[in-house]
């Protein structure tokens, strides 16, 4: 699994394992953003969450084989993609409007 993003800050996804969020949470902020993520993978979903304020992450959607979802957030909010298969995609912080494609 590779995403390639614009607009955004990435922590380094490991892509044989699950998204490792400990110890992130994202901050309260008032500065509206959003982010479209594109699932260019044929064969699997991708499942989007929100690192909330306590550092849990929210599940916000799950993304189909070749769909894409558009998420309404606020810079410097924290999110996740991880594959059906738990893997993760991206690890990412929002700050300009953005892409976010997942090969």
């Not at 909330?52 to 599940?59: A, E, K, T």
Request: charged share 15%; with cysteine.
């Amino acid at each position: 699994m590779l995403a390639l993003a614009t607009g955004v800050t990435a922590a380094g996804p490991a892509l044989s394992q699950a998204c490792n969020t400990q110890g992130m949470r994202s901050p309260g902020t008032n500065s509206p953003t959003h982010f479209t993520i594109i699932n260019q993978v044929h064969d699997r979903s991708a499942q989007l969450y929100w690192i909330d304020f306590d550092g849990r992450p929210q599940l916000y959607a799950t993304i189909p084989p070749n769909g894409r979802y558009e998420q309404q957030t606020y810079r410097g909010h924290i999110w996740k993609s991880e594959n059906s298969l738990g893997y993760c995609d991206i690890i990412f912080i929002a700050e300009n409007n953005a892409e976010i494609i997942i090969k």
